[in-house]
């Protein structure tokens, strides 16, 4: 069975208020897409990865990315689209002998093996999963006046982060369909696949640190995760002496 990661790095990062797009933002040294890679290029579950990133970024992420930090599981690296759907299906459509495809958005650093490991357990049981985390806070539906309309109960409610994971089959076809019409509403796969591929998705199990990157504060939170994540190795190697 063959695995590909679509690792997702187009995005301009507008709220990050700055010049830099916010995946090649260093954090810790390393740009912040290097962390996601790093996972995909490790996990004995990918087999492949697909880079999608700006047409003007692509040599870049050739050069002072994959070959600097030798990602040899990148095996392309193409231009995406104007919007975040118009990538994934750039990304669907370079992949090649493919059973599942693993979606990720590069802003995501934290994305983890064990994460990768539920799911694909998940979607070879039902043919996609969708890595999320239950609601930490009450959440309010508001209407067009950002009046109060509805409060979902919240332990039914959760937060959606990548990677969503498909058989490669069924999203692409799912895709295909959708963009015979407007995907102007559409914010992520698992709306894609629900409406297009008849299907239900379960929610899996991600962390709570698999946070996306969006404002200039979220960068402040991921050093701090991966100083925490620095202060364990140490112990557990000082434990091991």
Known sequence: MKSIAIVLAA????????????????????PILYYSLTCFQNSP?????????????VEYCRKEIVQNYDFSKVKKIIPGGRERYDSVFEGLMACENCDYVYIHDGARP?????????????VKKYGGCVVGMPSKDTVKIADENQLIAQTPKRSLVWTV?????????????????????????????????????????????????????????DL???????????????????EKK
């Open 220 to 238: 402040l939170i991921a050093e701090r995760i991966l100083e925490k994540a620095e202060i364990l190795t140490n112990m557990e190697e000082v």
């Open 110 to 122: 934290f994305v983890t093996e064990e994460i990768l490991v539920r799911a694909e357990e998940a």
């Open 161 to 217: 982060q990548t990677p969503q994971v498909f058989s490669y089959d069924l999203i692409r076809k799912a895709y295909e369909k959708a963009r015979q019409g407007s995907m102007e509403a559409v914010t992520d796969d698992a709306m894609v696949a629900e409406a297009y591929g008849n299907i239900r998705i379960p929610l899996i199990e991600g962390s709570y640190e698999n946070i996306k990157i969006t404002t200039p504060e």
């Open 11 to 30: 995005g301009q990062g507008k709220r990050m208020h700055s010049k830099v797009q916010k995946q090649f933002l260093s954090l810790k040294g390393k």
């Open 45 to 57: 579950e990918i087999q492949e990865i697909i880079l999608v990133t700006g047409a003007e970024s």
